[in-house]
């Protein structure tokens, strides 16, 4: 299975998807993720899509999955395959696998299990795919303090649509654009029209605007790597620890995601940062200049004994003069230092010497207590560090979006790889733990039914550990006998599990397996007791259809004698297998009437059965592997042959009834 980009399958809604030719191949290859990118679309609806699609398009699955157990069993295997994944992707991703019928696509599937086979889970590798998932696009992004102005109508609509982050503005001339100016911090005018014309330092003619979109909003990328910043790390460290290749040089990707805040603005530049905190901090350091200042001022005033003469202090009042002119006259000098000490702790505090000219007008020389700064010059000086910081942070946004546009795409693909290896570290997993390998799979027909040696069922009730290996053999229709709970339930489970992992094109729980390739299975699991008229007429009809039907399918059925009076069944049962015969179906009939249907058969039936080797401490010890042709010895007989060769029990008695037993197997 080939989880490459293919180039043409980029982001697709649900209806461009259902609409592509082949929207399988789109799915594994782009797949869930990709449609999940298209807008309004959650990821649950977009695997819901996928799987519907795949199957719309292949009925496949739906058609060789027959009954209710047999889905089960399928979906068994995808629960043991997704109990590996670690993200919520890969395990949708394993969703898309199936039981195909279809050659090409069990190979296809075969050649991603033998590489992804070759990968080694470490917990590394596991713990740093647990923050990898899917890309995600960044939505409503908007741009305030930049806007396209256009003087042509079409060019408007155009531009409403290409630069969706930014305000698109109608002008009729460039008396316009300078009004519209004032309002941005950038205005950039898209018409060739306005090419030459003095517009002012904050319009920008840009006729090409439409080819560079992401020179004129860099915010669009920046908050691409923003939004996705942190998985872009997990799955860089994943192909680290991993050894994968990366489709970028990680080393740059890292330093240029150091250099972006969670929000998409810059992060970690000195000059930016330095502006920023005088911006932040301007109102409250002149506060603290001017209370310096006061202080100062203050202790002065308390400290002097201002004596005046008599003639002074009339000539003063006589023109009017307040206590300022006074304080001119007599504390001028007091004053000038005040004011030095508030302009000096401005300039120091700000740390923005470029400015320390205007900073020091805040001031003024006139005296005046309590000393106040002029909120004219305060205006200015921050108007001209605004625009300082804007300047700076647009030409960071500018360098870091060009140094991140050539990683746009590559940041996709170590998503996307670091996710597939999620999906092959399920796969390989899985086959790590269950001992498993891939089947050979006849598809020509030359070989039939389906062998298995070494098989170990993950599906028990006991730990794998204790599962004992099976060896058996289905070919033509057979029917299984055995010891009660001998394992015959589990080994048809057995075999249906493994045809469906093969036919999945994954690797089955067994040393061997041969089989070759089926066209449905039909699995009829036990009842839980008789069934009334009305279901047994159902589960007749549905015999019905099975043997009214074609091609080669595989077809296992628990006690059937259980739907009803043993007599009855067994004629049933025989009638089924004739019908099967016919049709050179392959089957296996679980059932404790095995020699009953044999007798009641038109045809040569097989009896496979389960043993009981022994009674160890009153168990009994089984064989699971069913030995072909020979009905099983039953619990009672092994219990009156143990009798019989007991050395404290009447002898004669149980052996007379043993030889009953002697006499029905010959
Ligand atoms: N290969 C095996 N290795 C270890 N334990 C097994 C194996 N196969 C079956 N068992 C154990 O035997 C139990 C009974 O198995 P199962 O239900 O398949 O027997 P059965 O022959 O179908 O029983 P019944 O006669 O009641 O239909 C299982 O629950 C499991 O614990």
Excluded: W
């Excluded at 019928?101 to 992804?116: D, M």
């Excluded at 007091?334 to 702790?345: M, W």
């Excluded at 020509?444 to 389906?450: F, Q, R, S």
């Amino acid at each position: 299975m080939e989880l490459e980009t293919v180039p043409g399958v980029g982001a697709r809604t649900a209806e461009q998807l259902s609409a592509l030719d082949d929207p399988e191949r789109a799915l594994r290859e782009g797949d869930v993720t990709t449609i999940a990118r298209a807008p309004n679309i959650s990821e649950g609806r977009a695997a819901r899509i996928a799987r519907n699609a795949i199957r719309e398009r292949h009925g496949d699955q739906a058609e060789f999955l027959q009954t209710d157990r047999a889905r089960e069993l399928y979906q068994s295997a995808l629960s043991l395959l997704q109990e590996r994944a670690v993200t919520d992707h890969a395990r949708k991703h394993l969703e898309t696998l199936y039981p195909s019928t279809s050659q090409s696509r069990i190979e296809e599937v075969r050649a991603f299990v033998a590489e992804a086979i070759d990968h080694e889970p470490g917990s590394a590798v596991l713990a740093a795919l647990s923050d990898v998932s899917p890309i995600e696009s960044p939505t409503n992004l908007r741009v305030r303090e930049r806007c396209v102005a256009t003087a042509d109508a079409e060019t408007y609509a155009r531009a409403e649509q290409q630069f969706p982050a930014l305000s698109v503005e109608l002008v009729d001339d460039a008396r316009d654009l300078s009004e519209l100016a004032r309002g941005y911090s950038t205005v950039i005018a898209v018409d060739e029209a306005f090419a030459g014309l003095d517009l002012g330092e904050n319009v920008r003619v840009r006729p090409d605007a439409f080819d560079q979109i992401d020179e004129i909003v860099p915010e669009r990328l920046l908050s691409f790597f923003a939004t996705n910043r942190d998985r872009l790390r997990a799955a860089a460290s994943v192909h680290e620890i991993a050894g994968l290749d990366p489709p970028c040089d990680l080393d740059t990707l890292d330093d240029c995601l150091d250099r972006l805040n969670g929000d998409g603005t810059i992060a970690g530049d000195e000059e930016l940062a330095r502006l920023q905190r005088a911006l932040d901090d301007l109102d409250a350091v002149i506060a603290t200049a001017e209370r310096v200042a006061n202080d100062q001022l203050r202790d002065a005033i308390q400290e002097r004994d201002v004596t005046i003469e008599g003639a002074d202090l009339l000539s003063l009042v006589e023109q009017g003069a307040r206590v300022d002119s006074l304080l001119e006259r007599e504390l001028s000098e007091e004053f000038t230092e005040a004011v030095e000490a508030a302009r000096e702790h401005l300039c120091e505090t700000l740390a923005v010497e470029e400015y320390d000219a205007i900073a020091e007008r805040v001031f003024p020389d006139e005296p005046a207590f309590p000393v106040e700064r002029r909120p004219e010059t305060v205006s200015q000086l921050r108007t001209e560090l605004t625009a300082a910081r804007d300047r700076r942070a647009e030409r960071l946004k500018a360098d870091l979006a060009s140094e991140l546009s050539v990683l746009r795409d590559p940041a996709e693909t170590l998503v996307d790889q670091a996710l597939e290896l999620d999906v092959k570290l399920a796969v390989s997993r899985f086959t790590q733990e269950f001992d498993c390998t891939l089947p050979t799979i006849n598809h020509d027909g030359t070989e039939t039914g389906v062998h298995i040696e070494g098989g170990r069922s993950p599906l028990l009730d006991v730990p794998f550990h204790a599962v004992e290996p099976v060896e058996y053999t289905v070919e033509g229709n057979a029917l299984l006998s055995g010891v009660n709970s001998g394992g015959k339930t589990s080994l048809i489970d057995l075999v249906g599990f493994v045809v469906i992992l093969a036919q999945m094109g994954l690797p089955v729980p067994a040393v061997r397996a041969r089989l070759e390739r089926f066209d449905s299975l039909y699995y009829q699991a036990k009842s839980q007791g008789t069934l009334d008229a009305g279901a047994f007429e159902a589960t007749l009809r549905s015999f019905g259809d099975l043997v009214a039907g074609t091609g080669n399918r595989l077809i296992l059925v628990d006690e059937l004698e259980s739907i009803t009076e043993p007599g009855a069944s067994a004629k049933i049962i025989a009638g089924i297998l004739g019908a099967l015969d016919e049709q050179g179906a392959t089957s296996v009939f679980v059932s404790h009437l095995a020699e009953e249907v044999q007798a009641a058969a038109d045809i040569d039936v097989q009896i496979d059965g389960i043993q009981a080797v022994g009674l160890v401490d009153g168990q009994l010890e089984v064989n699971r592997s069913p030995v072909k042709g020979r009905l099983a010895r039953s619990t009672p007989e092994l219990i009156v042959e143990k009798l019989a060769t007991d050395d404290e029990t009447e002898h004669r008695f149980y052996e007379r009834l043993l030889a009953r037993f002697d006499d029905d197997t010959d």
